[in-house]
């Protein structure tokens, strides 16, 4: 595999493009898990070489529960990216998140029952540590860059995953506050998951749009005042990421880089030839 891209960049609902970037080329990737949200764009950043994927695609034309996230972590992979910057649209779940406000998570609550979130399966059973669902080199970068761009990003809090498109029920909102989860959104989990089996470092920039319908006095949340918050945000959170793409070590110190060693259970005389084949990117070098 040859490295194209050492750094990937994830932009959610607000960010579909990645200002800064030069020496821009599309490129379109298939994988064994289909075609990407979008086609990659590769460039440099800050002399750093990037690759940015817009999650919702172009025009944001895909629900969160159409997204094809194997495809999209895969493809990131397939272009030798070893870390990740996840930039989200999320709801507040503590008045002290206000909008405008930047988290990054480092925990996550799965609320979603419709998606596939492994690249195990079809003949191999594999087993990857997920109880600190974030690389914390990644999560620590992106506060730091928050502060160095002025902008208020709070370390740490647990970030709901629900399915969508809908936002939260009172009663579903109350519920999750008494979780004590921090934010809620639609996105983040199954490409953490996925990007832990791929051994790449992920950590996700949450970008707080509104409080969700608990919030006493608080209207409703509707899509216009969402869109709105999120224009303002994205000018953030473009500068954010261009500080933590300068900020990212080159090289990798944590154990993202490995996760995947002890994983697989099964007997690899066993593991099927297609199986094989289609992981091989994956986990070839632990068949």
């Known amino acids: 595999m040859q490295q194209q891209a050492e750094i990937g960049i994830i932009g959610g609902s607000g960010l579909y493009a990645m200002p800064g970037l030069t020496d821009v080329r599309e490129v379109h990737v298939s994988t064994p898990w289909g075609e990407p949200s979008d086609p990659l764009v590769l460039g440099t950043l800050d002399g750093r070489s990037v690759a940015f994927l817009a999650r919702h695609g172009k025009g944001h034309r895909l629900l969160p529960s159409e997204l094809p996230f194997r495809a999209n972590i895969y493809a990131l992979k397939s272009v030798g990216v070893e870390q990740v910057l996840s930039v989200s649209a999320v709801g507040s779940l503590k008045e002290e998140h206000k909008p405008t406000d930047f988290v990054i998570p480092d925990q996550f609550i799965d609320r979603t029952f419709n998606r596939v979130a492994t690249f195990f399966g079809e003949g191999v059973v594999g087993h990857v540590a997920f109880g600190d669902p974030v690389c914390g080199v990644v999560a620590k970068t992106l506060t730091q860059a928050c502060t160095d ?36 959104g639609m996105t983040n989990l199954q490409e953490a998951k996925l990007a832990r089996e791929a051994e790449i470092c992920y950590a996700t920039l949450a970008m707080v749009t509104d409080y969700d ?15 709105a918050v999120m224009h303002q945000n994205s000018a953030n959170a473009a500068r954010v990421v261009r500080q933590a793409v300068g900020l990212l070590p080159k090289e990798r110190s944590c154990g993202c880089a490995t996760a995947a060693q002890y994983a697989i259970m099964t007997s690899r005389e066993m593991i099927p030839a297609a199986t094989r084949e289609k992981l091989q990117l994956l986990f070839g070098k632990y068949f």
């Open 149 to 184: 761009s002025g902008v208020v990003g709070k370390p740490g809090g647990t970030y709901v995953c629900m399915e969508g498109p809908q936002f939260s029920t009172r009663a579903e909102s109350k519920l999750y506050r008494s979780w004590g989860a921090d934010i809620i």
């Open 213 to 227: 319908c608990w919030f006493e006095g608080h209207d409703d949340v509707t899509v216009d005042q969402v869109i």
